[in-house]
Nanobody, 123 residues
Framework: VQLQASGGGLVQTGNSLRLSCAAS????????MGWFRQAPGKEREIVAV???????NYADSVKGRFTISRDNAKNTVYLQMNSLRPEDTAVYYC??????????????????WGQGTQVTVSS
């Protein structure tokens, strides 16, 4: 199984980025897929995930600014990030797993991880 993340970069406050995560070796529609992030000195945290039944779950800090979507035909999940803020700066990781609904926000319930892509937002 491989998750290939792309789309990170350096942007100014208020700008947008779109992350992509292409999965191979698994059928993405059978998995909850999404994004977590980790800033220096902080724990890994959920950004957004989409379940097998297309239930969406967002961190409170990104609601209204970020949108997660999936294209099962392409085995790919996307994260559209708008109105970026300096506090969004982190390494963003794509993940896939089969957590229960109650544990959907817990990073340690995900089996497969991408390599991480850096997002830096300058003020």
């Amino acid at each position: 199984v491989q998750l290939q993340a792309s789309g990170g970069g350096l942007v100014q406050t208020g700008n947008s980025l779109r992350l992509s995560c292409a999965a191979s070796g698994l059928i993405s529609q059978h998995y909850t897929m999404g994004w977590f992030r980790q800033a220096p000195g902080k724990e890994r945290e959920i950004v957004a995930v989409v379940s097998q039944t297309s239930t969406l779950n967002y961190a409170d800090s990104v609601k209204g600014r970020f949108t997660i979507s999936r294209d099962n035909a392409k085995n790919t999940v996307y994260l559209q990030m708008n109105s970026l803020r300096p506090e969004d700066t982190a390494v963003y990781y794509c993940a896939a797993g089969q957590p229960t609904l109650s544990a959907i926000s817990s990073w340690n319930m995900y089996n497969y991880w991408g390599q991480g892509t850096q997002v830096t937002v300058s003020s």
